[in-house]
Nanobody, 119 residues
Framework: VQLQASGGGLVQAGGSLRLSCAAS????????MGWLRQAPGKEREFVAA????????SYSDSVKGRFTISRDNAKNTVYLQMSSLKPEDTAVYYC?????????????WGQGTQLTVSS
């Protein structure tokens, strides 16, 4: 599966933004999906995950209550709705797909989209 993330940009602190990740192929629904991010000088970290049927979601403590992951299997797309954004959310955000539901160890990765949150 090929993944294309989009929707990043420059946002003021406290603002909202929605990232999208479009997947190619007809097998999108078999994959668990996740969003991860990497800030400058830091390691890539888990942000959120969603199971194949959207029945299970997980979030890192740093975004819980502010971010919402969702997916539309008919559109082969996973979303990350972000609100109450903070400067520390600034990072390149990657979407990923995997057979296993996990915070790491994904099988396929998108190219990343940059989010910058200004204070």
């Amino acid at each position: 599966v090929q993944l294309q993330a989009s929707g990043g940009g420059l946002v003021q602190a406290g603002g909202s933004l929605r990232l999208s990740c479009a997947a190619s192929g007809r097998t999108f629904s078999i994959y668990n999906m996740g969003w991860l991010r990497q800030a400058p000088g830091k390691e890539r970290e888990f942000v959120a995950a969603i199971s194949r049927s959207s029945g299970t979601t997980s979030y890192s403590d740093s975004v819980k209550g502010r971010f919402t992951i969702s997916r539309d299997n008919a559109k082969n797309t996973v979303y990350l709705q972000m609100s109450s954004l903070k400067p520390e959310d600034t990072a390149v955000y990657y979407c990923a797909a995997g057979i296993s539901y996990a915070s790491t160890g994904y099988d396929y990765w998108g190219q990343g989209t940059q989010l910058t949150v200004s204070s």
